[in-house]
């Protein structure tokens, strides 16, 4: 049962475009995620939000930024992507305090 | 630092067989564990937890894992894998960073089940 919703699923796009990540989730929770997977499966935190305030900022390039507008949206923008930043971006969502994460199908990024 | 290790990248199991993938965790106090699976072209989906008490565990699908404090270790097991438990499985530790969690993970294991 997904209840964390990504969009788009796929997208492809040119060294220096700029891309935006959709997610929003219905369960309810206070926190969101973002994670970076590359091609070899390696998953990264990149940033956290519990009730649209940042939490977690990982050291990510800077053309990288998350926007909440409220606890069941969190959408990733990149401002000028580069090829590194082909990988699958996993949203997800939790409860404060209990580590365990619901997470979204992804969005696989391919940069040409 | 919370760290977690996974030795076994990729592990080949004949249908019916039992699993068995590894997992050592690093961290300073009681950690929580989890295992993780993310099925082809899919988010992680949670297969069991563990929180402070029975260090044997049940999760979904027949799963199981230990919590072993001597060891550090948090090992997942199957008495019989099915072809549908062909997908990569992760284990994580949890670490509480205010009111979020930060989940560190391995780097996978990749199962293939054998006919």
């Known amino acids: 049962e997904t209840a964390v919703f990504q969009t788009p699923n796929y997208h492809v796009t040119q060294v220096g475009n700029e891309v935006s990540f959709n997610c929003k989730q219905t369960l309810g929770h206070d926190t969101m995620y973002w994670y970076k997977q590359d091609s070899k499966k390696l998953l990264k935190i990149m940033f956290s939000?519990?009730?649209?305030?940042?939490?977690v900022n990982e050291t990510v390039p800077r053309r990288f930024s998350p926007q909440s507008s409220d606890k069941a949206h969190l959408n990733l923008r990149i401002k000028s992507v580069e090829p590194e930043d082909s990988a699958v971006y996993l949203c997800a969502s939790s409860f404060p305090g209990t580590g365990q994460l619901y997470f979204g199908e992804g969005s696989k990024l391919t940069v040409l | 630092a919370q760290s977690v290790t996974q030795p076994d990248a990729r592990v080949t199991v004949s249908e019916g067989a039992s699993l068995q993938l590894r997992c050592k965790y690093s961290y300073f106090g009681t950690p929580y564990l989890f295992w993780y699976v993310q099925y082809p072209r899919q988010g992680l989906q949670l297969l069991l937890k563990y929180y402070p008490g029975d260090p044997v565990v049940q999760g979904v699908n027949g799963f199981e894992a230990e919590f072993s404090k001597s060891n550090s270790s948090f090992h997942l097991r199957k008495a019989s894998v099915h072809w549908s438990d062909w997908a990569v499985y992760f284990c994580?530790?949890?670490?509480?960073?205010?009111?979020?969690?930060?989940?560190?993970f391995g780097k996978g294991a990749k199962l293939t089940v054998s006919p």
């Open positions: 994580a530790v949890s670490m509480q960073q205010g009111t979020g969690s930060k989940l560190s």
């Open positions: 939000y519990n009730n649209k305030q940042l939490i």
